[in-house]
């Protein structure tokens, strides 16, 4: 996470938001989001949620549902039990052995 590893926001299980998120800072999402999420830190899905959204953040950290494109400045990391289906353009890839992966990966340089 960030240096200071403090959480700025937080949507929780069983919270429903469907539009466009933006966030300064580490923000984990429990809940159902539809639409897209940015954030200029870390994103971490925990294994209740459910995204459908497009995805732009600089490490975006998944365990739970995720359909969308996503693009990660510095990585991306896919953690049992995750299901992901979409695109994923990032310098760094992870993804755990048991996650169901649907997708397409473009490698990019980090900057």
Do not use: Q, W
Request: proline letters at 2%.
């Amino acid at each position: 996470m960030s240096s200071s590893n403090k959480i700025c926001a937080i949507i929780e299980e069983g919270c429903r938001f469907e539009g466009n998120l933006s966030f300064n800072g580490v923000v984990r999402v429990s809940g159902v989001v539809t639409g897209s999420i940015f954030s200029n830190d870390t994103l971490v899905i925990s294994e209740a949620a459910i995204i459908n959204a497009d995805i732009n953040a600089n490490v975006i950290l998944i365990s739970g549902t995720v359909k969308g494109n996503i693009k990660a400045t510095s990585r991306v990391e896919i953690r049992k039990p995750a299901r992901f289906e979409g695109t994923i353009t990032s310098p760094s890839l992870v993804v755990e052995e048991g996650v169901i992966f649907h997708g397409v990966t473009k490698m990019k340089e980090k900057k």
